[in-house]
């Protein structure tokens, strides 16, 4: 449906017409004039004219109400949409240091590196949280954030698929990673504040310790749910043959399942995909954050066609009148070129 953001605007509509019945001032000139008497006979202006005059005054209005209606924010209202009435706050922090380019997962068969694994898996994830604000942080040599909370998971799980290996380093900042999403939540006060941060190595950088953050969680409330990622078992081919090494010897799962459990978390130890998956069921158990029932009507602004429509006929009025001035003056030149044509042949 039309609606108007400003509607008593529309009181503008006769000002017009009160400025034109205000009476006129007369000047000393006009009120000495002589009035003579007009005779129906030597009229000045004949019935086409008098329809010339009315013309300027039908197309004036109508710009005037075209006006009127643009400064009025015409809008358009679409179909209600129901906010999501509950959900969680939930930030992901994923690693991109070196150690996840080990092809020690598989995935439908082949076998993939541990990020590809984990795009995938995760992305599955991301858009089940029909009714969370989900957050994205990559962290390598440093953290950052890459998407901000947002219902928008299309745009969330965009950003995890385009993530890259060796983007900010090859080390892993588990402090930094932690230390940035207790940043991120401390603006909002009311919300079930969660973390789920997924690496497969030790903290090896970073400005902050995993203890020093881990004290900055606890204080500020944050539930962090950590996920250790890589298989225990992978063969490996070499010149001496084949060997079975451990690709998960640097996982500090000590130091992960610690966090998880000072602020109220869970450890997950991920060593292929189905691992990956039980995170869905722990999170579908969280209490989820209460808000009341909200909806929205998306707008749209219309008030450029009016505007647009009265710009065009103001437009096309002076170009009339443009060509109104020009065709008289063509007019008398031909009539001069005529009399002194007839001047000269009486001589």
Known sequence: MISFA???????????????????????????????????????????QQQKRKAPLIVLS?????????????????????????GREMMIAVDLSGSMEIEDMSLNGRNVNRL????????????????????LILFADDAYMQTPMTFDRKTVKQMLDESELNLVGRKTAIGDAIALAVKRFDAKQESNKVLLLLTDGQNTAGKITPEQ???????KGITIYTVGIGADVMMQHSLWGTQR???????DEQSLANIAEQTGGQYFRARDSQGMNEIYSLLDKLEPVKQDQQQMRPLSALYYWPLSLAALLC??????????????A??????????????????
Not at 119 to 129: H, N
Not at 213 to 219: S, T, V
Not at 245 to 251: E, Q, R, T, V, W
Not at 315 to 328: E, I, K, R, S
Request: charged share 15%; net charge neutral; aromatic share 8%.
């Open 6 to 48: 400003w509607p008593w605007l529309f009181a503008l509509l006769p000002l017009p017409l009160i400025i034109y019945l205000l009476p006129a001032k007369k000047n000393a000139s006009q009120q000495s004039a002589l009035i003579m008497p007009t005779l129906l006979n030597v009229a000045t202006t004949s019935l086409s």
């Open 245 to 251: 090494i451990n690709p998960s010897s640097d996982l």
């Open 315 to 328: 437009f096309l009025y002076l170009l009339v009148l443009h060509l109104d001035f020009l065709l008289p």
């Open 330 to 347: 063509k007019n008398i030149k031909n009539d001069d070129k005529r009399a002194n044509s007839h001047s000269g042949s009486g001589n």
């Open 62 to 86: 109508i710009c005037w109400l075209l006006l009127v209606i643009a400064i009025s924010r015409p809008q358009w209202l679409g179909e209600a949409i129901d906010i999501p009435s509950e």
């Open 116 to 135: 590809q694994m984990l795009k995938v898996v995760l992305g599955d994830f991301i858009e089940r949280r029909v009714s969370d604000r989900l957050g």
């Open 213 to 219: 953050a881990l004290e900055l969680a606890i204080a």
